[in-house]
DNA sequence: TTCAACTATCTTGACATCAAGACACTTTTC
DNA sequence: GAAAAGTGTCTTGATGTCAAGATAGTTGAA
C-alpha cells in the first residue's frame, strides 16, 4: 500500500529531478511515524488521565526499580527534554502527588526525584493501555518482520544514544 | 550495538516480567529516533536560516509544483499541525516574504498559499542541506538495508495516512 | 588551603502548539 | 429557493517547551 511519504517523493522527483531524495524514504517515515503515535499515544494516556509527557517521567522512575527514584539530571537523558522542562515537569507531578522531591544525601547540589505509591500505580496501569495499543499498530509485521525492524532502527539510534550528542 | 531502548526493554523486563514489552522494542526506537533527529534537522537548518516547521510549509508548496501555491487545508493534511498552527506559520513566513495569500478564485471561504521566488529558493536551499544530513545518518545502513527499513515503515504509516484517523 | 573550573538544578522570558469554538461561505435536502 | 448541514479558515486562551543564564555546591591543581 502506498503512504503520504510515497507521495511526497514522487512530487519531488518529478519536481526536482536532479537530487537523490532515497533518504527520505526512511527518515520521512520516521518523523511522519512517530507524529502519528504521538497522538495515538495522547489518546490511550487520556483514559488513564496522564499527559505522554507525565507518563514518560513516572516510567522513567518505575523502570529504576526499588526505590523509585533519579537524580533530575539522570531523567533528562532518558526523556530527551531540557532542564528547564524537566524541573517544570517535576513540579506539576509533585503538585498532583505522583512523585516527590528528596534532598541527596551525598551532594548538596543535587535533588533526588521519587515515585509517590499512587504515582507507581498509575504509571503501572497506563503502561499496560500503551502496550495494548502498540500491539494493534504492529499487527501489521509479522514476528519476524518486527525483530527485522528493531534491528535495523537500532542501527540508527545507537549512535546517538552512545556518544554525547 | 547497544541503544538507550535495550536497556529501557532490560529495564522493564525485570520490574514486569509478567509483561510483554516487546512492541516496545519498534516503537520506542520510532519515537526516540524521531526526537534525535528534530534536533539534527534543527542544526542543519540554522544554516540556512530557517526553523524546521518553515522547511515543512515552503518545502509542501516547493512539491506542488508550479505556481507552487496550496490551499492552508492541504498543507494540514501534509504537515500534520491543526488549523490553528498553520494559520499562525503563514502569518509569520507572509511577513518575512516567504510566502503570500491570495484569495480562492472557486471559493470565497478559500485561501491560496503562495511560495515567492524567494521563498522557492530558500527552500530548495534547505533541502540539499537536509538531504546532506540524512545521508550521513544512514550511513550505518547499506543500500538494501535501507530499502528493506522503508518498506517495513511503509507497513506501519500507511494505515494512518490511508484511513481518515 | 585556596582558587578556578566544573557540575546540577532551577529561573526567566519568548514562543510555538493545541483544542475548542466563531465566522463566513457552500452544498445538500426537501 | 429556503433551511440545515457541512466545510474552510481564523481567533482565543491555556499550556508546554526551549535557550540562556543564575545560583549553589563540588572537585582538582598547585
Redesign the interface.
Known amino acids: 500500500?502506498?503512504?503520504?511519504?510515497?507521495r511526497?517523493v514522487a512530487?519531488?522527483r518529478?519536481?526536482?529531478p536532479d537530487?537523490?531524495?532515497?533518504?527520505?524514504?526512511?527518515?520521512s517515515?520516521?518523523?511522519?511515524?512517530?507524529?502519528?503515535?504521538?497522538r495515538a499515544r495522547r489518546l490511550a494516556f487520556a483514559e488513564h488521565s496522564l499527559e505522554p509527557w507525565e507518563f514518560d517521567v513516572l516510567t522513567s522512575l518505575?523502570?529504576?526499580?526499588d526505590p523509585y527514584q533519579l537524580s533530575p539530571g539522570q531523567l533528562l537523558t532518558?526523556t530527551?527534554v531540557t532542564s528547564g522542562t524537566m524541573t517544570n515537569r517535576i513540579d506539576r507531578l509533585a503538585t498532583k502527588g505522583l512523585v516527590e522531591r528528596l534532598p541527596d544525601p551525598t551532594d548538596r547540589r543535587g535533588v533526588l526525584v521519587r515515585l509517590t505509591p499512587e504515582g507507581r500505580d498509575r504509571a503501572?496501569q497506563a503502561?499496560?493501555g500503551l502496550?495494548a495499543q502498540?500491539?494493534a499498530?504492529?499487527g501489521?509485521?509479522s514476528r519476524s518482520?518486527?525483530?527485522?525492524?528493531?534491528d535495523?532502527?537500532?542501527?540508527?539510534?545507537?549512535?546517538?544514544?552512545?556518544v554525547p550528542g
Open positions: 500500500m502506498e503512504d503520504e511519504v510515497d511526497l512530487a519531488w518529478r519536481e526536482r537530487l537523490d531524495v532515497e533518504p527520505l524514504e526512511v527518515l517515515r520516521v518523523s511522519r511515524l512517530a507524529r502519528h503515535l504521538d518505575r523502570r529504576a526499580g532518558q530527551l503501572d503502561l499496560a502496550l502498540e500491539r499498530i504492529l501489521e509485521l518482520q518486527r525483530g527485522e525492524l528493531a535495523l532502527l537500532r542501527q540508527l539510534t545507537a549512535p546517538f544514544d552512545n
